[in-house]
């Protein structure tokens, strides 16, 4: 690397007799404007009715699942190893789910309609932020997923992901 030369009182002299005669600009008290947002549109599912995929989550299933640690699973005939490679961060969430604040049946109906979206988008892999709270919907979640058919295989977040307060879920996709 180049090392600059010091500055000599003859280059600031130099400088000073350059500004010599600039004024400060006012300042103007208009502020640019923002550019208008436009509203959400709710994502809708072609011929599909909103209740229509919630059969198969029943509240009365429950999984059994480690009381502490990691969230492990892998449907019956899927690679047992995919629970480890979703941990390992091989697949990157296209779609990210946020449960926070919902009730156990409006979780239910957007869980259900998340994987009904990633179905028609051929989306493989998802993010669901269930949060830690009281632990409902941490215990809640997982009993779904279970139940779902498309689900292969689910394995709590990576820390960059929402560790403990999330999960990341492994889907088929139609061919």
């Not at 229509?52 to 059994?64: A, N, P, R, T």
């Not at 390992?88 to 449960?99: C, I, K, M, S």
Request: charged content about 25%; glycine content about 6%; overall charge positive.
């Amino acid at each position: 690397m180049k090392k600059t030369p010091p500055i000599t009182d003859e280059d600031i002299q130099l400088f000073r007799d350059a500004v010599s005669g600039a004024k400060p600009l006012p300042q103007d008290s208009h502020l640019p404007e923002r550019p208008k947002r436009r509203p959400k549109k709710a994502v809708t599912l072609a011929n599909s009715s909103p209740d229509s995929h919630l059969f198969y989550f029943s509240d009365l299933y429950e999984g059994v699942f480690p009381d502490s640690g990691a969230l492990s699973f892998a449907q019956p005939g899927e690679d047992p190893h995919l629970p480890k490679r979703l941990k390992r961060g091989e697949f990157q969430p296209a779609v990210v789910l946020d449960l926070h604040g919902l009730t156990q049946e409006k979780a239910k109906e957007e869980l259900a309609g998340l994987l009904a979206y990633c179905q028609q988008e051929h989306l493989n892999c998802a993010c669901i932020v269930h949060g830690k709270g009281l632990g409902i919907l941490a215990r809640r979640v997982p009993n779904w997923l279970v139940q779902h058919p498309n689900v292969r295989a689910f394995h709590t977040a990576p820390t960059e992901w929402g560790r403990d307060g999330a999960l990341l879920v492994l889907l088929k996709t139609p061919q």
